[in-house]
């Protein structure tokens, strides 16, 4: 995370005025300018009213749970998902339906049929670099995904927290890019690109949703802090924060092959795992047998904190997600060679 770099950001000479009172309800003015550029080259195509900053993506889940689903909605998702992970919807009295995935993204074969038998309200996707799986989805699969979506009146939320993390080649543009109807509602964050800790996201949608979601966050906190909006417009205008990024990609490129490498050489006989081509996460499938709450307290015990399959998916009681951005390499090298010895350890 660029501390220093932040730090400067409230020393340079700009033209953005600094204000310190309450902000306008969906953000200031210049942050929601400095986002649509930043979408366009992604493909969406927006003005400033159709976009809402909000704190972070997880805001954006609560919003949408107080302002747009009623008790009893069904949302669907893929599975396993981030989703099951946060207790948002689950909170506010709404169901999760499970949708499974292929290496290719969510299938959408059922989806239709299964749309009209559980009455679905809305369905949440991690297109790019999933979590937890890393999975991309195809052009293919998105297409179809609309296709089905659109014909079912299905309306789509979008989470592309992770969609800049690509390593090697630009990936499918995002489903909102290819979104004719007002189907998708979109949200990006700063929290895996540039700092979780400045809590600035952004929502994008049709123009009565984007209001009436604002009107929410008003009453719920008055608006994102004005000192991050600044720090956040900075970085995107400036061109900071494209630099920054391609160094950051570097770095994650760095580590996911440093992690497949530990892996290939320590985990071949007990597990198999997937090469995510950008992201935070590889998705570690072990092909053993042993309890894996027992792993997870031996884990523990050596310092090492695991997120089990079940997390993700209720059902799954065979996989890791391993997490290659934050940890050290060392710390990543060290981590899973123990871990790999206590996966052998712990076999039945
Ligand atoms: C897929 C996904 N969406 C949203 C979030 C929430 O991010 P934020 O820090 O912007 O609330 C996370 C954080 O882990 C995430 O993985």
Not at 120 to 141: C, D, E, K, Q, V
Not at 167 to 183: H, M, N, S, T, V
Request: aromatic share 8%.
């Amino acid at each position: 995370m660029p501390s220093e770099q932040m730090k400067s950001i409230f020393h340079r000479k700009t033209e953005q005025a600094l204000s310190l009172g309450y902000t306008e309800p969906k953000g200031t003015l210049y942050l929601r300018e400095t986002i649509c550029n930043h979408l366009k080259t992604k493909g969406i195509e927006v003005t400033p009213p159709s976009v809402l900053i909000v704190s972070g993506g997880l805001q954006a889940l609560q919003l949408i749970s107080l302002g747009l689903l009623h008790k009893g909605s069904t949302i669907f998702h893929e599975t396993p998902s981030y989703l099951t992970s946060v207790n948002v919807f689950q909170s506010a009295g709404m169901n999760l339906f499970d949708i499974p995935m292929d290496n290719e993204g969510v299938k959408t074969d059922l989806l239709g049929r299964l749309k009209r038998q559980h009455n679905g309200t809305l369905f949440y996707t991690i297109p790019s670099f999933h979590n937890p799986t890393g999975i991309l989805m195809s052009n293919n699969r998105r297409k179809q995904l609309l296709d089905v979506c659109s014909k079912e009146r299905l309306p789509i939320l979008e989470d592309d927290v992770y969609g800049d993390l690509w390593f090697e080649q630009p990936i499918p543009k995002p489903l909102k890019a290819q979104d004719k109807q007002g189907l998708v509602l979109y949200m990006g964050s700063m929290s895996k690109t540039l700092s979780p800790g400045l809590r600035i996201g952004w929502l994008v949608g049709p123009e009565p949703v984007i209001d009436r979601l604002s009107d929410i966050k008003m009453q719920t906190d008055y608006g994102s802090s004005s000192l991050a909006q600044f720090a956040v417009a900075e970085w995107l205008a400036s061109g900071l924060y494209d630099k920054h990024i391609i160094h950051i990609r570097k770095e994650l490129k760095d580590r996911r092959d440093l992690t497949l490498h530990i892996l290939d050489k320590y985990f071949s006989e007990v597990a198999t795992w997937n090469n995510p081509e950008g992201g935070f996460y590889i998705w570690l499938k072990l092909n053993v047998k042993g309890s894996m709450d027992k792993l997870f307290k031996k884990a523990l015990k050596e310092g090492i904190l695991l997120n089990p399959g079940n997390i993700y998916d209720r059902n799954d009681s065979s996989h890791i997600r391993i997490s290659y951005s934050y940890a050290t390499p060392k710390q990543l090298e060290k981590g899973l060679i123990k871990l790999a010895q206590l996966i052998k350890e712990n076999r039945d």
